[in-house]
């Protein structure tokens, strides 16, 4: 009998254990963090003041993001969007901008949406891209809503220098590609990345998008000169007149800078 109660005890003491073993890693794990962008724990702003070692910007006279000029572009039930985002400030940029996109079929709101995130830097007006979302329902007009954005403040900044060079593009039907863009992209940097984010788009004599294309080169050092190709398999609607390529980096993040 006592040894029944001394195994009981046992098993009673070791699952005492294992609740407050997995009670710690839930407390641990849901604490709140200087990088859950949220304004908790005592936070001044979103993960700054307060407990964060990130100082809080002192309400800067700040110009809005600005969305404009999205186009849809039509392939069968799925389409590519292209928009605009503009940052009039000169100091400022902004990290981690994430976005709903939503289509619209006159006032009817479609189910069909995509959610991104991407960033800008100061003074610069720039593309993004989504590439192949599937809708049932043909859209008439894509709607980007900014959900939120980080605040950064450049002091001494240096803007990446990335130059596109012998931008090349053809029709061609060899090889499985429809359409190319051949072209070298030169990091004139005074410093390295581990990415380099180029998008590219496709214009017809009005000025309409009528192919897009996104890819990345990863390890591009300062003074490098590195080739890239965008091609389409598929045909596309409409007559080539001239294409826009932009290459960008991520300077928000240290993790993509290589010293």
Known sequence: MHRKIKQILIILFYLLMFSGFIGFLYWYFTQPTCNDQKQNQGELGVDCGGPCAQTCQQNPDLEPLQVHDPEIISNQNNYD????????????????????????????????????????????????????????????????????????????????????????????????????????????????????????VVRDQNGQAIALNQGNINSVYTQDKRDFRFFWAEPFDGQVKYVDVEAFSDVFSLSNLVH
Not at 105 to 123: A, D, H, M, V, W
Not at 125 to 152: F, G, M, S, Y
């Open 81 to 200: 969007v292209v928009f605009y985002l503009k940052n009039d400030n000169s100091k400022y940029g902004f990290n981690q901008i994430q976005y709903d996109l939503n289509f619209f079929s006159g006032s009817e709101q479609l189910t069909c949406f995509r959610s991104g995130q991407t960033y800008i830097l100061p003074n610069q007006d720039r593309p993004v891209v989504e590439l192949n979302i599937n809708c049932p329902k043909a859209p008439d007009q894509a709607k980007i809503t900014i959900n939120n954005q980080r605040l950064h403040e450049f002091k001494d900044y240096n803007r990446p220098s990335l130059e596109i060079l012998n931008l090349d593009y053809q029709h061609t039907q060899t090889g499985g590609s429809y359409f190319e863009i051949i072209f070298q992209v030169v990091n004139r940097s005074d410093y390295s990345f581990k990415q380099i984010d180029i998008i590219a």
